[in-house]
C-alpha cells in the first residue's frame, strides 16, 4: 500500500547551545513525551511526515544531530555517537523531561540507547528503528569512505555530489522524488558540505556502541525494534539480533519498507509507534 504523503514543509526554527555546538530543533503537540533522533545521512526531514500522527498524542521533540541538517558543531568538536548521546541528554535537560519515550533511527538508535544507558537519561518507552547497534554495522560503502577519506575530500564537488546521491537512493524501497532527495542532500551540498559529510563518516563507529551491547540485557524500558523489510543497509537478521538480546523486546517489520522506513511508509511507522508508546504509557 502506498501510504507516502505529500511532503510537508520543513523548518527548525528554535536553536539550543550546547556543549558541542547549537542544536536545531523543534517541538509539536501535547501529551507524554518522545524524543526523535535521526541516523546518518539524514537529518530530521526525516520525521516530517511522522510527526503529525505523533502530535495527535504525544508532544514531539525533534533535533539535527551535530553537524547534520541544521545544527552546527563547535571547531574540534568530534560528531561521533558518544559525543551525539550526551548532546541528546543535555537536550532532555533542557527541554525539562523526566522520563521520555526515545526513538531512534540508523546510529540514532545507537545514539538513544547509549543516552539512556550511559549517560543514564530515564526513559518510559524505546523505539528502535532500522538501528545501528550491534557492530560491526558500518557499509562497505562508509567503510571505503574511511578507509580513503582524503581522495573523498579533495574529489570535485560535483563527482562527490553523483556518489553520495547515488547512494542515497538506495535508503528507500520505492524511488524517492526528486524533492526529496534534494532536501536531504541540502546539508551536504558544496565543498563545506562535503567536508562535513567526511567529518562524520570518519566519526561513525560501531566501537561508541560496544559498551551499549554490553549493557543491553539491564533495559527494563519497553522496547520496540521496528525494520524495513527491504532494509538494504542493514538486513533483518540484524533487527532479529538487537531485539533477542534485549529483554522483553516486541519485534515489528513494515512491509514495502526500505532503511529509511519513514520515507517508504510513514503512516505505518508512524502508527506503530503510537500503538507501542500507548500500550505502554506510564
Known sequence: MNTRPQSVPWKLYQRVPVAAGEIATAVFGEGPPVVLVHGTPACSYLWRNVVPTLARHHTVHVWDLLGFGESRIAPGAVPSIAQQAHTLAELVAHWGLTEPSLVGHD???????????????????????????????????????????????????DVFADIITARLRTATYRPMTDADTAAYLAPWTGAEGQMRWIDQVCAVSFKDTQDVVARLDRIIAPTLVLWGQEDQW?????????????PGAQRATIPGAGHFLTEDQPQDAADALVDFFGRHRP
Open 107 to 157: 546510529i540514532g538508535g545507537g545514539i538513544v540507547l547509549r543516552a539512556h544507558l550511559i549517560e543514564q537519561v530515564p526513559t518510559a518507552g524505546i523505539a528502535l528503528l532500522d538501528a545501528a547497534v550491534i557492530g560491526p554495522w558500518n557499509t562497505p560503502f562508509t567503510e571505503h569512505q574511511q578507509r580513503y577519506a582524503e581522495a573523498y575530500r579533495r574529489m570535485p564537488p
Open 234 to 246: 542493514l538486513r533483518l537478521a540484524v533487527g532479529d539480533r538487537l531485539a533477542a538480546a534485549i
